[in-house]
């Protein structure tokens, strides 16, 4: 009875906050029907179809949408719950994109109306459809129809074929279920990436480049690689955030970090308790920028989950991205440690391509004059690019000014050279400041001192509409 309990609740708890503690928080129109479609997903992956139906209808009835309307239709025939997969299934196909092929959702209709003992309706759905499915089908209820006239005109049937079309039909209907549904639900909702849709916060990665993108809001985890002018997403899986919504600020608040972050470590499940699954990944969190906001705290993984458990719960961390051990294997097979960029964002932000242009080539200049000032050892061009909150370590902007002023005097000559040359949109922060970073390695050559090491810029949008350099770190 008490583990009963607890798997109702485990799952209850979830909905409740998502229907009715968010709504209060932030007022019901601000959680999308995208948000609750992508919680259907989820929970229909789980096995967890009850939930998963409570998800989706909320969603039908906050948007009307194709993918909702056939999802809540594939719910309800996991749930056998055919007259409603009936009505679902219709509506999606009234308002199904032209550019989308209906085959499915007119089969999955067909099958529910067979279901329900419609046979007419089904034949008339599937009827000039050359698929496997939909042969097999129409066989079935051809064949079922015929035993049933013959049982339904027993007067003129001898007695004998009367008992072997009865057993053929009860043979028949014991081996119904190898008939089924065309299960072509999405693991998890995924973007169509197109010359108006591109990733947001991804203005410049060297080709080839792997990133691991996460949304919060929708419990989701891409991992995404340019490929020349464009993006593919290489896996995507469910994941799970933390337990209080929001970007982390202090240690213990039990939030997801809102940043762009990169892994330090590879923990194996020797190397920690069982809970964290087969890998996790702890991340460079608080970084150079969150260090700057004040933002406390440690421990900010990605990892798996406890193979015991029945699966993920969504809101349930204590701040890492959670994934099932196959998601966390994913990431396993793509990572780099210190290289690849791991984006934790309230949503997935998406630019179209001159959009997205624009703002990397405003970045790339801002760069290129940046090193170009350092070279030219005009000290005050050089400083016109940090902002006067600029803090970096022991440094604030006085300071810095001096340092640099005290270093460069001494020089003759410098050269400083850029490449392996990333830039991002930072995602949006709660205290609305607009930030951008640059991620680059960086040779350092002077009339004294050579060097080379990686760098990380963030640039702030101030009020006199110029971006300046907010704090600098060699991580």
């Known amino acids: 009875m008490l583990t009963q309990y607890y798997h109702s609740l485990r799952w209850t708890l979830p909905i409740l906050f998502a229907v009715i503690i968010l709504p209060i928080q932030s007022n019901a129109g601000a959680i999308s029907a995208a948000y609750f479609y992508q919680h259907a997903l989820m929970q229909y992956g789980e096995n967890n179809y009850t939930t998963a139906r409570t998800y989706i209808h909320t969603a039908v009835e ?21 007259p409603s997969a009936i009505a679902n299934l219709e509506r999606a196909l009234q308002i199904i994109p032209s550019d989308t092929n209906p085959h499915n959702a007119r089969y999955n209709l067909a099958f529910a109306y067979w279901k329900e003992g419609n046979h007419e309706q089904a034949k008339g759905l599937i009827s000039g459809c050359n698929t496997k499915e939909s042969q097999l089908l129409l066989g079935y209820i051809s064949f079922e129809k015929g035993l049933q006239l013959i049982l339904s005109t027993h007067h003129t049937v001898p007695a004998t074929k009367q008992d072997l079309a009865q057993e053929l039909l009860t043979t028949f209907q014991s081996n119904r279920n190898e008939i089924n549904f065309i299960d072509d639900t999405p693991i998890v909702d995924l973007p169509d990436f197109s010359d108006d849709v591109l990733p947001g916060h991804v203005l410049q990665i060297p080709d080839g ?37 929001g970007e982390k600020q202090v240690r213990g608040d039990e939030k997801t970090p809102t940043g762009i972050y990169f892994p330090v470590r590879k923990l194996t499940s020797q190397q920690m308790p069982q809970r964290y699954g087969a890998y996790a990944f702890p991340v ?67 630019m179209d391509r001159d959009e997205l242009n624009s703002k990397r080539e405003k970045l790339l200049s801002l760069l290129n004059q940046w090193v170009d000032d350092w070279e030219s050892l005009d000290h005050e061009a050089y400083m016109s690019h940090y902002s006067q909150d600029f803090r970096s ?58 060097s080379q090491s990686m760098k990380e810029l963030y640039f702030i949008y101030e009020d006199d509409g110029q971006w300046r350099i907010l704090t600098e770190v060699t991580p």
């Open 393 to 450: 370590g022991r440094h604030d902007y006085t300071s810095w000014d001096r340092d640099k002023a005290r270093i460069n005097s001494h020089k003759s000559w410098i050269e400083v050279e850029l490449d392996n040359i990333s830039l991002f949109r930072y995602p949006d922060l709660e205290s609305n400041k607009r930030i951008m970073m640059a991620r680059f390695h960086q040779t350092y050559r002077s009339s004294n001192y050579n």
């Open 284 to 350: 460079n969190y608080p970084n150079s920028l969150d260090r700057y906001l004040g933002r406390t705290g440690d421990g900010i993984w990605l990892h798996g989950i406890n193979e015991n458990d029945n699966g993920q719960i969504p809101y349930n961390s204590e701040g890492c991205v959670v994934l099932s051990n196959e998601g966390i294997f994913g990431v396993s097979r793509h990572v780099e440690l210190r290289v690849t960029p791991i984006i934790m964002a309230e949503d997935f932000y998406y």
């Open 62 to 82: 906050r948007e009307e949408s194709f993918k909702y309307y056939y999802l809540a239709g594939l719910v309800d025939l996991r749930l056998k719950n055919y």
């Open 209 to 245: 480049q792997v990133f691991i993108w996460t949304s919060k809001s929708k419990e989701a985890t891409y991992i995404v690689q340019r490929q020349g002018d464009s993006y593919q997403v290489l896996e995507a899986y469910h994941s799970s955030t933390g337990k209080v919504p």
